[in-house]
């Protein structure tokens, strides 16, 4: 019975807590309540396997399954929400996944054709990454730097490291730690656009920022 309420309890969390979300005017679930959703089944199941007899331990442990679960959605929610406002209307696409927090830097914008210096006027932008990544420190910046598949893959590999560095230094002399960051070079790998056309490989030159919290 015990275990029963606390299924209905989840799902009733899940039903009151939808919203409008404010980008594309569909109604959604929270990501945070669905982190707390998720956290409290899995600590239920948990404790119920440690008091089978009495019930409390799915109890107990949904509510701490909850707290933890909840925690990281909700850290992820407000940063995505932070950046979205800093960056309307930069060009600068952000994507949100269950876990993580991806933003797209189109290479149009941050950086002259075969060069690894930062054009001056994208400095504004990334002055406003640097801005919440240094209020939400406790996670992981992934920086990677892609190319189209024009030139050799040698070629595309360094210019595409040396991007995604470029990228990563100026957001460390913006006093966001260098022990957070991994960088990495991809080349032309994993495109986002055909490169059969000027559009599409204007598209796959690009540096991503990958945000990921610690656990």
Do not use: H
């Amino acid at each position: 019975m015990k275990k029963f309420v606390t299924l209905c309890a989840l799902t009733a969390m899940l039903a009151a807590c939808t919203t409008t979300n404010p980008y594309t005017g569909q109604s959604q679930t929270s990501k945070a309540v669905w982190g707390t959703a998720i956290g409290a089944a899995t600590g239920a199941a948990t404790g119920a396997l440690v008091a089978k007899k009495s019930g409390t331990g799915a109890i107990v442990g949904g509510l701490a399954g909850a707290a933890v679960g909840g925690g990281v959605g909700y850290y992820l929610d407000v940063q995505e929400a932070e950046l979205r406002a800093e960056l309307a209307s930069t060009g600068v696409g952000v994507e949100r996944t269950d876990d993580s927090i991806r933003l797209i830097m189109p290479g149009n914008i941050t950086f002259k054709t075969d060069s690894a210096d930062i054009n001056a006027g994208f400095y504004a932008t990334l002055n406003s990454v640097a801005k919440v990544l240094n209020k939400y420190s406790n996670s992981t910046v992934m920086v990677m730097g892609f190319t189209d598949n024009t030139g050799t893959d040698a070629y595309n590999m360094t210019l595409s490291k040396q991007r995604a560095s470029a990228v990563a230094a100026y957001l460390q002399g913006q006093g966001v730690k260098a022990n957070r960051f991994e960088v990495m070079g991809m080349g032309p790998s994993n495109p986002i656009a055909s490169n059969d056309t000027a559009a599409g490989r204007q598209q796959n030159r690009r540096v991503e920022i990958k945000i990921i919290p610690n656990k």
